[in-house]
């Protein structure tokens, strides 16, 4: 295992659509983020797990976004009816949490255009 | 929420000499602090990390100081190299939780 793998790494889809991402981290991780990023931008926190159970969401997770990991993990992100400014890097990170231990490892991220 | 500023935006400096990069926090709860180089096209990658109950952490060429009471932090490139250009990021964190980026440095180093 070498570490936060991402799925695809890049899609182009038209405006309307729907997309699914898929995140695989380390093994043994038990946290699990996703974050969007745009140019010129750090980026910016949508959703985390711990285990198979999502504890955070940020308000930008609008209801065209969803996120699980069914079985702690894998995970996925889905957005419904795409629209031309979800246009951005999708990155997924995983960490082991333990108590001080906080170290989030990122995947190469997924690029979606929405056309 | 939490609010990370950075500074500056860009930074270009020659090879061999220093390079700063400064972070401002506002949540007095974050207690993680991470910088991560990011290359085109690729993730961020963590380069070095403080915790809050530690002022300095150096690693090689890499040191990272953190000032509690002003909600500052830094991180100190020394010796730069060419292979050190990139976007640098400053990050804050509470207790494994979300963390919250600045905009980014891009960092050019002049050979």
């Known amino acids: 295992d070498t570490g936060v793998s991402q799925d695809p790494r890049h899609k182009i889809t038209k405006r309307g659509q729907n997309v699914t991402f898929r995140c695989d981290p380390i093994?043994?991780?038990?946290?699990l983020y996703w974050y969007r990023q745009t140019l010129g931008q750090g980026p910016e926190f949508l959703t985390y797990?711990?285990?198979?159970?999502?504890?955070?969401k940020s308000r930008l997770l609008s209801d065209r976004f969803s996120a699980e990991r069914p079985k702690g993990s894998f995970s996925t992100l889905e957005i419904q009816r795409t629209e031309q400014g979800d246009s951005a890097m999708y990155l997924c990170?995983?960490?082991?949490?333990?108590?001080?231990?906080?170290?989030?490892?990122f995947g190469p991220g997924t690029r979606l255009t929405v056309l | 929420g939490e609010n990370v500023e950075q500074h500056p935006s860009t930074l270009s400096v020659q090879e061999g000499d220093s390079a700063v990069i400064k972070c401002t926090y506002s949540?007095?709860?974050?207690?993680?602090f991470p910088w991560y180089k990011q290359e085109l096209g690729k993730g961020p990658q963590l380069i070095i990390d403080i915790r809050s109950n530690v002022g300095e952490k150096k690693d090689q060429r890499i040191a990272v100081t953190l000032n509690k009471t002003a909600k500052h932090f830094s991180l100190h490139i020394t010796e730069t190299q060419p292979e050190d250009s990139a976007v640098y990021f400053c990050a804050a964190n509470e207790d494994a939780g979300k963390s919250t980026f600045g905009d980014g440095t891009t960092l050019t180093v002049k050979p």
């Open positions: 093994s043994e991780h038990n946290r």
């Open positions: 949540d007095s709860a974050s207690n993680y």
């Open positions: 797990f711990q285990n198979e159970a999502q504890l955070e």
């Open positions: 990170a995983s960490s082991f949490w333990l108590a001080d231990y906080n170290e989030q490892f």
